[in-house]
């Protein structure tokens, strides 16, 4: 819990302004518009970080949808909008219904906003169809604000580059089905959405091959991929494969000199698949890599 005094409403609120789509032209920073009063369900929170991320330049840019057009799968925003998805902050008024207790609680917020059908496609974002958090105050749902406990290390800042990212992720591993004892490959792994993906998919149970730049091999490793493969490797369906097969040679106690001895490479059953085997991809990376990621599958 943090101290929070009541609310001057008075004062008034700062805020960054989208006020159509196009450059960074279409923001206008503003100091003295009217703080949101939560209605019942709600809560006001005094924002304290805020992360961006593309979902925030897509936006702005009207790459999801813009004006009448119905092939970017979002609604038109209405402007002046502010924008921000990946909100942190303390509570800081309770609107009905909601215990009065909770104020002066840090908190990160759920960027999606449901109806109560739970239908995904009727859902609302933080940021987009809500107002966000690029903001020093915000207004959402009580539930969507959830407690950071007083035992965790990260600063607000670090908060703020978890919500929307962890939230693909998660959706990435549901749709995939990927499920315990399966090998999956993650490319773009140490980036937000793929350290995400990797730490997800240890949890869920699965056997991490993470694709990232060597450089941010062993910092990926440390969160949990059982193994990396060099980015530009994943580029190339004969590099990637060469990969794969010597690991898993590595894996049965081959010396990396073996590789070119295919007696060296375990033979493929039920219990122990082909080197090359792969159950899963995670990519949120495309480009170059979809075409050998997807041969990689079927071989």
Not at 19 to 30: A, E, P, Q
Not at 246 to 253: D, F, I, L, T, V
Request: net charge neutral.
């Amino acid at each position: 819990m943090r101290a929070c005094g009541l609310v001057n409403y008075r004062i008034g609120m700062i805020a960054q302004l989208l006020v159509g789509h196009g450059g960074l032209d279409k923001y206008r920073y503003k100091t003295e518009l009217k703080i949101p009063k939560p209605t019942p369900g709600e809560v006001l929170i005094k924002v304290e970080a805020c992360g961006i991320n593309n979902t925030d330049l897509w936006t702005r840019e009207g790459a999801y949808a813009a004006d009448d057009d119905e092939q970017g799968g979002w609604q038109p925003l209405n402007f002046p909008k502010i924008q921000g998805a990946d909100v942190v902050g303390v509570i800081a008024e309770c609107g009905q219904g909601v215990d009065e207790k909770r104020i002066g609680e840090l908190v990160l917020v759920n960027p999606t906003i449901y109806p109560p059908s739970g239908d995904e496609c009727e859902c609302k974002f933080i940021g987009s169809e809500r107002d966000g958090g690029f903001a020093s105050h915000c207004v959402v749902p009580a539930r969507n604000a959830i407690m950071v406990p007083n035992t965790c290390v990260y600063t607000p800042y670090e908060l703020a580059s978890f919500a929307c990212a962890s939230q693909t992720a998660w959706h990435m591993i549901k749709r995939s089905r990927l499920q315990k004892g399966e090998r999956v490959i993650i490319t773009g792994a140490s980036g937000g959405v793929g350290t995400s993906l990797v730490q997800m998919s240890k949890f869920v149970g699965a056997y991490v091959i993470a694709v990232c730049s060597s450089s941010k091999a062993k910092a990926v490793r440390d969160i949990g991929a059982d193994f990396t493969i060099d980015r530009r490797t994943g580029e190339s369906k004969k590099l990637l494969i060469e990969a794969l097969k010597k690991h898993s040679a590595e894996m049965n106690g081959h010396k990396a000199a073996d590789e070119k001895d295919p007696s060296s490479y375990h033979k493929a059953d039920e219990k122990n698949p082909s080197p090359c085997h792969v159950d899963v991809v995670l990519d949120n990376v495309a480009g170059a890599m979809v075409i050998p990621l997807l041969e990689v599958i079927y071989t």
